[in-house]
Each structure stands twice: as structure tokens, then as C-alpha cells.
């Protein structure tokens, strides 16, 4: 994953000039996911994420305000049955600042995280609904350890 996501955010103030469109560029390089728009003269970036739930977008939302808070940066998320819209820009410059990038890294890093706990939850249902013999009713008969196949194929206890 992209070097931004490891960087901390770096307070800035009204003297901070927005990034140049080489700039934002150069940082857009390390998050390609991520669109750049134009919204009342304001540059922002935003992405969409989607999710196979409601509770998982949630989920997402609260992994983001999370980093967000840590970072003391917030971007503006509208939640969607399935989907989750992440916009980043720093209010005080009126524009896109290094942080906004950073924190998109984070977002992106979020996501995976969301998606690889949501593998895991569908892995752990999965095995157990298909567990095998754990999950046989009382008085299954099976082959032990103690079982053997022998030359024909037929399996005969070991005596």
C-alpha cells in the first residue's frame, strides 16, 4: 500500500497554500481510486466505496471518523444502503493540502481492512456450516485415526 498512509497529518493555517495541479498530480499517483472535482470553486478529492451491507458501510463510517479524529482532519461521508461517499478537503485553505491525500490513503486502508474482516467473518460462517464431523448429529460413524485403507480400497481397522 501507498507510503502516504504511514505519513501524519501537519497542521496548517489560512497562510497554507493549496496544492498545485502538479502537486495534487503527483500525490493522486499514490491514490488513483480517488476522483479530484471541483465544487464551488473549492478542490476536493471523493470516492465511493461499496459495501454487501448496510452495517458494513457503518462499520467503514466508524473505522474513518476513527482515523479522522486521531488526525484531528474530517471529511464529509454520506452513508447509502450499500455504498459509503468519502470527500476530502481542508476547509481552512479552501482546498486540497497534503493531509487531504494522506488521509485518503488511510480511507483506502480502511476499506481493505473492512473488506478482509468481513472475509473473515464470511470464512468462519462458512466453515461452520460446512464443519465436518463436528457438526454430524449424535452417533455419526466415520473412519479414526485407528482406520486404514487396505490394497482394495476398502477401509478395515487396524488390529
Not at 78 to 91: A, F, I
Not at 94 to 118: C, P, R, S
Request: proline letters at 6%; charged letters at 30%.
Amino acid at each position: 500500500m501507498t507510503g502516504l498512509a504511514q505519513l501524519q497529518c501537519k497542521p496548517c493555517d489560512k497562510a497554507t497554500q493549496p496544492l498545485t495541479d502538479e502537486e495534487i498530480k503527483q500525490f493522486w499517483a499514490d491514490t488513483p481510486m480517488w476522483e479530484t472535482h471541483d465544487e464551488g470553486g473549492v478542490k476536493r478529492l471523493r470516492r465511493v466505496f461499496e459495501f454487501p451491507s448496510y452495517l458494513e458501510g457503518v462499520y467503514f463510517v466508524n473505522e474513518v471518523a476513527r482515523l479522522a479524529e486521531a488526525a484531528n482532519h474530517h471529511p464529509t461521508m454520506t452513508l447509502r444502503y450499500s455504498e459509503v461517499e468519502v470527500e476530502w478537503y481542508t476547509h481552512t485553505i479552501n482546498g486540497l493540502h497534503k493531509n487531504d491525500f494522506i488521509m485518503a490513503a488511510k480511507t483506502d486502508q480502511a476499506y481493505l481492512k473492512t473488506l478482509d474482516v468481513e472475509r473473515e467473518r464470511s470464512l468462519v460462517s462458512e466453515a461452520s456450516e460446512e464443519s465436518f464431523p463436528a457438526s454430524d448429529p449424535p452417533g455419526w460413524i466415520g473412519t479414526t485415526q485407528e482406520d486404514v485403507k487396505d490394497l482394495e480400497g476398502d477401509i478395515s481397522p487396524t488390529s
